[in-house]
């Protein structure tokens, strides 16, 4: 099952004090946190803003760590807080808000805070009640016969079981891979499902432990 998700770029909260060059700020930010699945540098944004200092980037965007619409990791890292859906006069959909995670930090949990780089909120009806999720942007064709295309963001379920052929999130490498599951006696095999051939079966013991099984895709 797919679900689209429509982001607006307004920080509603802070709605009446965001300028006119804050609004748009965010609107780069969101749109480049959309396609490649982090915050852009203050370069980046230069050049997305067209401006031709990233003193006047740095400016706004100390602005908006004031307001609260940004926020810095302990690595320095911007964090964009809010993250809000679009919304009609009749649309009373409840949403919860779910993390969209950036690269994963080496070692570390592949949900860990340092790797939050926005919230993304989603309906209820894809949201299981006590469960936690977390959303990851795909990237690749290993797994293009299983609906997951590159650029595509993944719900995922927060959990480290699975059952056979379940679509997981494996943390390999101190890298994220989405595959499909497989326990064999004592094994587990983690298989691309792809028509490229270049992708081959992943093959682990079963000391191993999945990150979460993929729920839905919401293509971009």
Same mark, same amino acid.
């Given at each position: 099952?797919?679900?689209?998700?429509?982001?607006?770029?307004?920080?509603?909260?802070?709605?009446?004090? %965001?300028?006119? #060059?804050?609004?748009?700020?965010?609107?780069? !930010?969101?749109?480049? $946190? &959309?396609?490649? /699945?982090?915050?852009?540098?203050?370069?980046?944004?230069?050049?997305? %803003?067209?401006? #031709?200092?990233?003193?006047?980037?740095?400016? !706004?965007?100390?602005? $908006? &760590?004031?307001? /609260?619409?940004?926020?810095?990791?302990?690595?320095?890292?911007?964090? %964009?807080?809010?993250f809000e859906a679009k919304?009609?006069?009749?649309d009373n959909a409840q949403?919860?808000?779910?993390?969209?995670?950036?690269?994963?930090?080496?070692?570390?949990?592949?949900?860990?805070?340092?790797?939050?780089?926005?919230?993304?909120?989603?309906?209820?009806?894809?949201?299981?009640?006590?469960?936690?999720?977390?959303?990851?942007?795909?990237?690749?064709?290993?797994?293009?016969?299983?609906?997951?295309?590159?650029?595509?963001?993944?719900?995922?379920?927060?959990?480290?079981?699975?059952?056979?052929?379940?679509?997981?999130?494996?943390?390999?490498?101190?890298?994220a891979t989405i595959k499909?599951?497989?326990?064999?006696?004592?094994?587990?095999?983690?298989?691309?499902?792809?028509?490229?051939?270049?992708?081959?079966?992943?093959?682990?013991?079963?000391?191993?432990?999945?990150?979460?099984?993929?729920?839905?895709?919401?293509?971009?």
């Amino acid at each position: 099952m797919y679900v689209c998700v429509c982001i607006q770029s307004v920080y509603l909260r802070m709605f009446n004090e %965001l300028t006119k #060059k804050e609004l748009e700020t965010i609107r780069a !930010i969101r749109n480049y $946190l &959309i396609k490649h /699945g982090r915050i852009p540098s203050v370069r980046e944004l230069m050049v997305d %803003l067209k401006y #031709k200092s990233p003193r006047s980037v740095s400016v !706004i965007l100390e602005s $908006l &760590i004031d307001k /609260g619409v940004l926020s810095k990791k302990d690595t320095g890292k911007l964090q %964009l807080n809010e993250f809000e859906a679009k919304k009609s006069i009749t649309d009373n959909a409840q949403t919860v808000k779910v993390p969209l995670l950036g690269s994963v930090a080496c070692g570390a949990p592949i949900f860990a805070q340092e790797n939050i780089e926005a919230y993304i909120p989603v309906s209820t009806q894809f949201i299981k009640p006590s469960n936690k999720y977390f959303i990851l942007k795909a990237s690749g064709d290993s797994m293009n016969e299983a609906g997951i295309n590159d650029g595509d963001l993944v719900l995922v379920k927060q959990q480290q079981v699975a059952n056979d052929k379940d679509l997981v999130v494996a943390l390999i490498d101190d890298e994220a891979t989405i595959k499909e599951f497989h326990k064999k006696q004592n094994m587990i095999i983690l298989k691309p499902k792809s028509n490229n051939q270049k992708h081959q079966p992943i093959i682990l013991t079963e000391d191993f432990r999945i990150q979460g099984v993929v729920e839905t895709v919401i293509p971009i």
